[in-house]
């Protein structure tokens, strides 16, 4: 079986437009009844859309094929039920598991022909909808028309984003890491946020019945009026009482948030060393491309938009005579504002933009104002549409609230941690303001469809005004000091303990040892390394990304992956094959912040680790290469020293670690 796989991976390697044959029949075998929910086809589509990133396969010969094996796939099953809705349910999974099929038909029933595009996104009833409309006696036409509906929806949302990925790839290896590093941050803020409204939203039944159960134990033993609130909230006759389990829920969480920052900024630790190595590594990779897309980005939160959707709310509600609701909303807006304000004079913290020198940034009132704003919005807006459409709004409000935070922490405007708790701050008066509605206005208002789509265009029209008028200008980074200059005597004799001994992590913690210290220019390092043998990265192709998923992949053929040092990546990456298949050395490079004069200029100094890392088969599909944790410092300062052809001027311990100090013979 595995030389099978092996070959036939090969095969795809060599001919990637075979790979369009596997893509029709994933789509086809996904969407047929049983079969379909062991079959990868989403798999399938991410690996059929990295090998299109990568130039190897054609995008509209991939869209067409995948786009025919699901119509054809979820038509055979639609016959399939036609043709034997009589028999089906003695048939084998349904006569043993029946509540499959009950899942399917009362899906079926609550969203009709709808349903045959939303099965296809939601795993297990993706198979079992097309059967069910096929026995329920939906007209052929009309599934005809939905089924293509769906299956062009269904393409484009797992094809394109194993198409970025790919893309991404080459770009890091032909263009610019950083590049690539805005776009995976952006594409998976918007892939987390949809997942997480879903999961949320797919376990609220469960958990509310768990919390509720808890709380009416609680109300049982407590008669007063905290008790009988609690039987309220969980009177079944009361129509939002998961919700209001919820939102009681978001109110502790968000709660407990806020004081857990409050805490660990006062105390120092250890959320202050990830912002640090955020903004660090942020910095790092700045782009003017970057600064562009993320100040526009961020226009999604200005004051403008922020005012504009104010003011839309507010004539919302008193078109439908909600005025308790907006003024509970427009004081928590005017009150979280002024306790933020309060807490920032009190806290004295600094941006970490140090041109931002007049403003204290701990919460964040930009992030909460976002939160307050959108999250209320969200909450109106979900109250009024259907459960799948809640979901998009929940999930999209979420998207915005994160690109606008992370859009302040790219350019310095505050730290991950204000953003953080400017959020959790502002989420608990949301939260409040929901739970008083609700209490007030327990029944669902009346659906608003439309009102999505009204927000969007006002949302549109308000960021499309502000960009056409004028494009935001990024603030300015904070300039970056100039190296420490040491003389060659200086750093050989005192200064080397300047430098760490460890790469630390995001968290700070201590990683790999920095055994090297090396003074050259960032040319000459290459040259000299690949004299040695040494190769930079690793090149991207068709064989290079199927062989994440071969069994019998050599160590030389996988990717390197990135590293960071207080947030900020290895600028210099080179690899050299070790003494078998499975091992490989890897070096990696970061600044060091000094420099070394050697009489005639000032030479960069260059902190880097040598690493021994092995391919180890049980990890497999996953490829992963870990480093050879047998290989003491000591022997990887000799490895490293000895297949660099660099002078060696001393030999040093760091607390335990030996570190060589190194200077290229040509500096």
């Known amino acids: 079986m595995e030389h099978a796989y092996i070959h036939l991976l090969h095969l795809l390697a060599g001919h990637s437009t075979w790979m369009l044959a596997v893509v029709f029949l994933a789509a086809f075998l996904e969407a047929i009844a049983v079969i379909g929910t062991f079959i990868p086809g989403s798999t399938a589509m991410f690996l059929a859309g990295a090998l299109t990133g990568t130039g190897s396969l ?78 329920m006696n939906m007209p052929p036409l009309r599934f005809l028309a939905i089924n293509i509906l769906s299956a062009l929806l269904w393409a ?65 033993r407590h008669p007063g009026p905290l008790g009988r609130a609690a039987r309220r909230m969980l009177d079944p006759e009361t129509p939002d009482a998961t919700h209001l389990l919820l939102t009681s829920l978001i109110v502790l969480v968000a709660g407990a948030l806020f004081f857990g920052v409050l805490d660990d900024v006062v105390s120092g630790d250890p959320l202050t060393t990830i912002d640090l190595s955020v903004y660090h590594f942020l910095q790092s990779v700045r782009t003017p491309w970057g600064d562009t897309v993320l100040a526009a980005l961020g226009t999604l939160g200005s004051s403008v938009t922020l005012i504009v959707l104010t003011v ?45 020198t007049s403003q204290y940034v701990f919460p964040s009132n930009h992030v909460a104002a976002t939160v307050i704003v959108y999250g ?72 608003r469809p439309f009102m999505p789509l009204a927000v969007l265009a006002i949302i549109v029209l308000s960021v499309g005004l502000q960009l056409g008028v004028a494009m935001p200008t990024p603030p300015d980074s904070a300039p970056q000091p100039p190296p420490v200059q040491l003389t060659e005597a200086q750093w050989k004799l005192s200064d080397w303990k300047r430098l760490p001994c460890f790469r630390s992590d995001m968290g700070g913690d201590h990683k790999e040892p920095l055994t090297l210290q090396w003074v050259s220019e960032p040319a000459s390092l290459r040259e000299q390394l690949r004299a040695q043998g040494w190769v930079e990265g690793t090149d991207v192709s068709a064989h290079s990304l199927l062989s994440l998923a071969s069994p019998d992949v050599s160590a030389v053929s996988l990717p390197v992956l990135p590293k960071l040092n207080n947030g900020v990546p290895s600028s210099l990456v080179f690899m050299r094959a070790g003494e078998s298949r499975e091992e490989r050395y890897v070096l990696r490079f970061w ?42 410092p000591f022997d990887a300062r000799a490895k490293a020293a000895a297949g660099l052809g660099a002078m060696v001027l001393a030999e040093v311990d760091c607390h335990g670690v030996p570190v060589s100090l190194l200077v290229s013979p040509m500096e």
């Open 58 to 135: 054609s995008l509209a010969w991939v869209f067409v094929w995948a786009i025919v094996g699901a119509i054809a796939g979820d038509g055979f099953s639609f016959w399939v039920g036609d043709r034997y809705k009589e028999r089906i349910v003695l048939l084998w999974p349904f006569r043993t598991h029946p509540e499959v099929l009950d899942a399917g038909q009362r899906f079926f029933l609550k969203h009709g022909a709808k349903s045959v595009v939303l099965a296809r996104f939601i795993g297990p009833l993706r198979a079992i909808v097309p059967v069910v409309a096929g026995m």
């Open 376 to 447: 209320f919005l969200a909450f109106l807006l979900a109250r009024r549409v259907g459960k799948v459409e809640g979901v998009l709004v929940a999930g999209a409000s979420t998207i915005v609230v994160i690109v606008v935070a992370l859009s302040g922490v790219y350019f310095g405007r505050y730290w991950v941690s204000d953003a953080i708790g400017g959020a959790a701050l502002a989420y608990v008066w949301v939260a409040l303001i929901a739970l008083t509605a609700m209490w007030r206005h327990p029944h669902p208002p009346a659906q």
């Open 156 to 220: 484009p949302a797992h094809i394109l984003p194993g198409v970025v990925f790919g893309a991404s790839v080459l770009l890091a290896g032909a263009v610019s890491f950083r590049l690539v590093v805005i776009l995976a941050m952006l594409v998976c803020i918007v892939w987390l946020s949809f997942r997480g409204a879903g999961f949320l939203v797919s376990h609220a039944n469960a958990w509310s019945s768990a919390a509720g159960r808890h709380l009416g134990s609680w109300a049982c």
């Open 312 to 356: 839309t709310v507010a004539l919302w509600m008193l078109l439908e005579r909600r005025w308790r609701t907006i003024t509970y909303w427009l004081a928590a807006v005017v009150f979280s504002q002024l306790l933020i304000l309060g807490l920032q004079l009190a806290m004295h913290r600094a941006p970490p933009n140090e041109l931002m």
């Open 591 to 632: 600044p060091s912040g000094y420099a070394v004069d050697n009489g005639t200029s000032a030479v960069p100094l260059w902190v880097g680790t040598f690493a021994h890392e092995r391919l180890t088969r049980p990890s497999w599909p996953l490829n992963i290469l870990r480093i050879d944790r047998d290989a003491g």
